[in-house]
């Protein structure tokens, strides 16, 4: 079973550019998360997503960052304009729907640098 | 609101020795609890779960955590440890009352000593 894509996997942009990454999750899972991993921290959830709603995204800075799943299968995570304390790892994440107990599977991740 | 704490950001244990992490979590329900690894430059890869029943849980690489409601804790522990087990590992509680929304802890960094 194909894990979840993400891609790209290595982004470099200077400060006020724009970056998008994708996200394609295991297939038939219905929710789809999008992380947010600082160096030296643990993630951060920006985004969740249940087939193509959002459930939440309080954490998600709505100024800069936007996600969109259309079609409730593959998802985008974009940033603009990117600022210095954008650099992280961005996690994508998926899981079947229904129970809490549920796995959710996580990608290899986007790294992002911005300078 | 939930919320993870893992005792010591980092931990040095020798090869052979016991691997201890601590985790202590808050929720309003009876969580669902995790323990992640992640290695240099990889994704997360889910070593074990709590959902219900046994308290004692089995992971992958012969880790094991322990559910203790009356003390909220969820530690992981690896009898004998190996070179490959270093990595950082993170606690994450999933509340079903807050939308299944999956919380980390802040990581614990092993070293492995030979």
Redesign the interface.
Known sequence: EAG?AQSPRYKIIEKRQSVAFWCNPISGHA?L?WYQQIL??????LI?FQNNGV??DSQLPKDRFSAERLKGVDSTLKIQPAKLEDSAVY?C?SSPQG???N???????S?LTVV | AQS?T?LG?HVSVSEGALVLLRCNYSSSVPP?L?W?VQYP??????LL?Y??GATLVKGINGFEAEFKKSETSFHLTKPSAHMSDAAEY?C?V???AA?????????TRVLVKP
């Open positions: 979840v929710t998360y030296g921290q643990g993630p951060k959830l969740q459930v939440d996690l994440a129970l809490g107990g796995t959710i599977y996580f990608g290899e991740g790294w | 993870v893992q950001s669902y995790f992640y430059n990889q994704g997360l890869q889910l779960k959902t219900t993170f994450a999933r509340d079903v939308g299944n929304k999956l919380t980390f802890g802040g990581g």
